[in-house]
């Protein structure tokens, strides 16, 4: 059967010119040709100019999701094969090979593989498909990723897919969640920076865990020696265990859910932590006025919201969330101590990001020395072009009281 072509309307289709890879529904001037929906097909630019191939989708807004840019090239095993194989060669670049124990293997278009996310948790794998036409190809990529794992010497004894994402309905996809094989124990521990976690893949946030936050919890650990550390929306414990094994002399941790606070005790259990690393349930925005007005003052401040925004329209809600946040973080650091803090949704962009901490430390009458900035781990690239694949700053900044 021949492939439909779409045609883009003159002067659209900037972004995947730029290099993304997304055609939204009002860039397009024409489909020729019969299709089911998450068929790959061939993509023209006005003037009958062949840009690629990628699948599509009529129920979603994202029209196109491109697989390739190469006119010659064919959506077909091997290059699956090709992809999968290049996706897991790059982790071995970028990470150390202790970092293999748990990363991100694939993520989505910055892997060339739009709409697709598989992450290693020790020696299991967890799988979220966003995408009608991904989600076709998702089992076979997931057998050829469990071979080529299997070359390297890393065997995968289950597989779980964590679909469930309500951005799914978008695609004319249900929320899905379930074993992809055999059912298997979905409690795993993983090692993290030398610290041991027991992640739940079943109930866990996203695929069971934030992989990538790896090497900015690596970052806080020299900070934090004979330290009193508050780590904020602690979620699994992940900044104030890294606190801990980085000798804090005492930390606690903060979050509104009994679960997560339930699964933090644990962890610092598990790392011989539990006599100095300490979590309490509570609503962070509540409690740090509180600490304030008792005189509670901590050498390390740690804020690691979740994102106050996953929409354009709601970012100016936003702004005054992450301004809020971290004008009472700051309030609380000592004079010369640390701020750590950071946002993960990629409408807080970079500049308007550091343009409100600088808000937030002009109301709290601090000055804040910029230690360093970091991004996500590199086993989440960001591809240039690709805005939703850059969604993660983090910046480490003393705090010096004004005088």
């Given at each position: 059967?021949?492939?439909?072509?779409?045609?883009?309307?003159?002067?659209?289709?900037?972004?995947?010119?730029?290099?993304?890879?997304?055609i939204?529904?009002?860039?397009?001037?024409?489909?020729?040709?019969?299709?089911?929906?998450?068929?790959?097909?061939?993509?023209?630019d006005?003037?009958?100019?062949?840009?690629g191939?990628?699948?599509i989708?009529?129920?979603?807004?994202i029209?196109?999701?491109?697989?390739?840019?190469?006119?010659?090239?064919?959506?077909?095993?091997?290059?699956?094969?090709?992809?999968?194989?290049?996706?897991?060669?790059?982790?071995?670049?970028?990470?150390?090979?202790?970092?293999?124990?748990?990363?991100?293997?694939?993520?989505?278009?910055?892997?060339?593989?739009p709409?697709?996310?598989?992450?290693?948790?020790?020696?299991?794998?967890?799988?979220?498909?966003?995408?009608?036409?991904?989600?076709?190809?998702?089992?076979?990529?997931?057998?050829?990723?469990?071979?080529?794992?299997?070359?390297?010497?890393?065997?995968?004894?289950?597989?779980?897919?964590?679909?469930?994402?309500?951005?799914?309905?978008?695609?004319?996809?249900?929320?899905?969640?379930?074993?992809?094989?055999d059912?298997?124990?979905?409690?795993?521990?993983?090692?993290?920076?030398?610290?041991?976690?027991?992640?739940?893949?079943?109930?866990?946030?996203?695929?069971?865990?934030?992989?990538?936050?790896?090497?900015?919890r690596?970052?806080?650990?020299?900070?934090?020696?004979?330290?009193?550390?508050?780590?904020?929306?602690?979620?699994?414990?992940?900044?104030?265990?890294?606190?801990?094994?980085?000798?804090a002399?005492?930390?606690?941790?903060?979050?509104?859910?009994?679960?997560?606070?339930?699964?933090?005790?644990?962890?610092?259990?598990?790392?011989g932590?539990d006599?100095?690393?300490?979590?309490?349930?509570?609503?962070?925005l509540?409690?740090?006025?509180k600490?304030?007005?008792?005189?509670?003052?901590f050498?390390?401040?740690?804020?690691?919201?979740?994102?106050?925004?996953?929409?354009?329209?709601?970012?100016?809600?936003?702004?005054?969330?992450?301004?809020?946040?971290?004008?009472?973080?700051?309030?609380?650091?000592?004079?010369?101590?640390?701020?750590?803090?950071?946002?993960?949704?990629?409408?807080?962009t970079?500049?308007?990001?550091?343009?409100?901490?600088?808000?937030?430390?002009?109301?709290?009458?601090?000055?804040?020395?910029?230690?360093?900035?970091?991004?996500?781990?590199?086993?989440?690239?960001?591809?240039?072009?690709?805005?939703?694949?850059?969604?993660?700053?983090?910046?480490?900044?003393?705090?010096?009281?004004?005088?």
């Amino acid at each position: 059967m021949s492939e439909a072509i779409v045609t883009l309307k003159k002067g659209e289709g900037r972004t995947i010119k730029a290099g993304g890879a997304w055609i939204f529904d009002n860039e397009i001037d024409s489909v020729m040709g019969s299709f089911e929906n998450g068929d790959i097909v061939v993509v023209h630019d006005f003037d009958g100019y062949m840009m690629g191939r990628g699948f599509i989708n009529t129920n979603s807004k994202i029209r196109v999701r491109m697989m390739t840019r190469k006119k010659d090239q064919v959506i077909d095993d091997d290059f699956l094969y090709m992809r999968v194989k290049n996706a897991w060669e790059y982790r071995k670049s970028v990470l150390l090979p202790v970092d293999l124990n748990c990363c991100r293997v694939i993520f989505g278009e910055a892997d060339f593989l739009p709409g697709l996310v598989i992450d290693k948790y020790d020696d299991v794998l967890v799988v979220e498909s966003l995408a009608l036409g991904i989600d076709k190809l998702k089992l076979k990529i997931v057998d050829m990723l469990k071979e080529i794992m299997a070359a390297d010497g890393f065997k995968i004894r289950g597989v779980y897919e964590r679909s469930d994402a309500k951005v799914r309905v978008k695609e004319g996809l249900a929320p899905y969640k379930g074993f992809i094989g055999d059912e298997f124990d979905t409690n795993v521990e993983i090692v993290e920076n030398g610290v041991h976690y027991m992640v739940d893949v079943v109930n866990g946030q996203k695929t069971g865990f934030f992989l990538d936050q790896k090497y900015n919890r690596l970052s806080i650990q020299r900070l934090c020696k004979d330290k009193r550390v508050l780590d904020c929306f602690t979620h699994m414990g992940t900044f104030a265990l890294n606190a801990g094994i980085g000798g804090a002399a005492e930390v606690t941790g903060l979050d509104i859910s009994d679960f997560a606070v339930a699964q933090a005790t644990a962890n610092a259990k598990l790392n011989g932590l539990d006599s100095t690393v300490k979590f309490k349930q509570a609503n962070v925005l509540d409690e740090l006025p509180k600490l304030a007005e008792a005189g509670e003052k901590f050498d390390v401040v740690i804020l690691d919201p979740p994102a106050f925004t996953k929409s354009r329209e709601a970012t100016k809600n936003a702004i005054k969330g992450y301004r809020e946040i971290n004008m009472k973080g700051l309030k609380l650091v000592k004079d010369g101590g640390y701020l750590a803090t950071c946002s993960c949704s990629h409408f807080m962009t970079q500049d308007l990001f550091i343009k409100v901490i600088g808000q937030a430390a002009q109301a709290a009458h601090k000055r804040l020395r910029q230690v360093e900035f970091r991004t996500q781990a590199p086993d989440h690239p960001i591809l240039w072009a690709a805005d939703e694949s850059y969604y993660l700053k983090f910046l480490v900044f003393q705090v010096v009281d004004e005088k």
